[in-house]
């Protein structure tokens, strides 16, 4: 039909789409160990190049994430269950609730992790309030320093500690 009207060209697809910019050689290494399910060796590129440049909010956003990843990946649906149900027991095990904190992040819960570690900072005093503050702050980084939900904690975490 379009040509029986003289039409005889054809669109061309148009400039290609701009290609993403290629990534630093560790976050590459990083990506391509994510991808093959190895976090611990993404951890270590992310840290390389924390050390390279400390100022990396990519890599110290990624360490963060894959760091994560690698904290609940051998967790079940059982096991994740049977965790929160120690959570509400025993509230003041530093372990169980940062690892149910872990699970909350992964499923999206973001408030509830982050008030799930605020509290135990609340209650508690000694070292276990400086690794539940130190995870909270990585916590952060997962979720990306400017969201709401983070400024949110941040203040409640202030409320907390002074």
């Known amino acids: 039909m ?13 400039p290609a789409a701009a290609e993403a910019p290629p ?41 963060a994430q894959v760091e994560l990843m690698g904290r609940i990946e051998l967790l ?38 982050f008030n799930r570690i605020i509290a135990f900072i609340g209650r508690n005093f000694g070292p276990e309030r400086e690794t539940a503050r130190v995870r909270l702050l990585e916590l952060f980084d997962v979720v990306g320093i400017a969201d709401q939900r983070v400024a949110k904690a941040r203040q409640g975490l202030a409320r907390v500690l002074f």
């Open 2 to 14: 379009a040509e029986a009207n003289g039409v005889t060209g054809s669109i061309g697809a148009g």
């Open 23 to 63: 990534l630093p050689p560790l976050h590459q290494a990083a990506f391509d160990a994510i991808e093959a399910g190895d976090y611990a060796a993404a951890a270590s590129a992310y840290r390389q190049a924390l050390a390279e440049k400390p100022a990396d909010a990519e890599a110290k956003a990624g360490l």
């Open 76 to 113: 079940t649906a059982t096991d994740a269950e049977a965790m929160r149900q120690r959570a509400a027991e025993e509230p003041d095990d530093i372990e169980v609730q940062l690892t149910v904190a872990d699970l909350d992040i992964s499923g999206g819960h973001i408030e509830d992790a």
